[in-house]
């Protein structure tokens, strides 16, 4: 028996392996890089489209979106902070990082779970942007780098092309269908 028969590869056998063939180990999505999409009908969504599929004139609040990040079911704790900066976030629509340290401290919530899962995420998906400034103190040449947050426009621009891509290869397929039905008249 080889050494690497039990294990998985990610490439296809070559030919010197025989007929022997390897699958690849299904791993998931990795948790940072997805986010909860409940279905369509799901009581977690208000409305967005009527019978015939046109859009409502209703937004999704804060709340509702930020459920899409971090979901309230699976994902209280996270749920509740990302919820709570992006309000304070809101409000200002740009914070420094003193103020971020001080919302932190003041929510009374873990600096690790902040900077390192929910601030990552929001970053990651476009709900926020974050910017350094570098700066030179002049009387010890000591480099800092102050930290910006704001609110971006990614999220939003990002789910539009997605949306739009699809809406677009529907109404596609659907012109085609109907051709199609035309000309055999």
Do not use: C
């Amino acid at each position: 028996m080889e050494e690497n028969e039990d294990q998985t590869d990610d490439y296809p056998p070559s030919a010197s392996e025989g007929n022997k063939t390897k699958q690849i180990a299904s791993r998931g999505v990795p948790s940072s890089e997805s986010i909860y999409l409940p279905r369509h009908d799901s009581h977690e969504l208000r409305s967005f489209q009527d019978k015939n599929e046109n859009l409502t004139r209703n937004a999704w609040n804060i709340e509702e979106l930020t459920n899409f990040i971090f979901s309230k079911q699976y994902q209280p704790k996270y749920y509740e902070i990302a919820l709570g900066f992006l309000k304070v976030l809101y409000e200002k629509t740009q914070m420094t990082g003193e103020e971020t340290a001080a919302f932190v401290k003041t929510s009374g919530i873990s600096k690790a779970t902040f900077y390192n899962r929910v601030l990552p995420r929001l970053k990651r998906v476009g709900m926020i942007k974050v910017e350094r400034d570098t700066i030179v103190a002049i009387e010890s040449r000591r480099k800092f780098r102050p930290m910006r947050i704001s609110l971006s426009k990614t999220f939003g621009n990002y789910f539009m092309k997605i949306g739009d891509s699809w809406l677009a290869l529907v109404d596609d397929a659907r012109s085609k269908i109907e051709k199609k039905e035309q000309s055999k008249l």
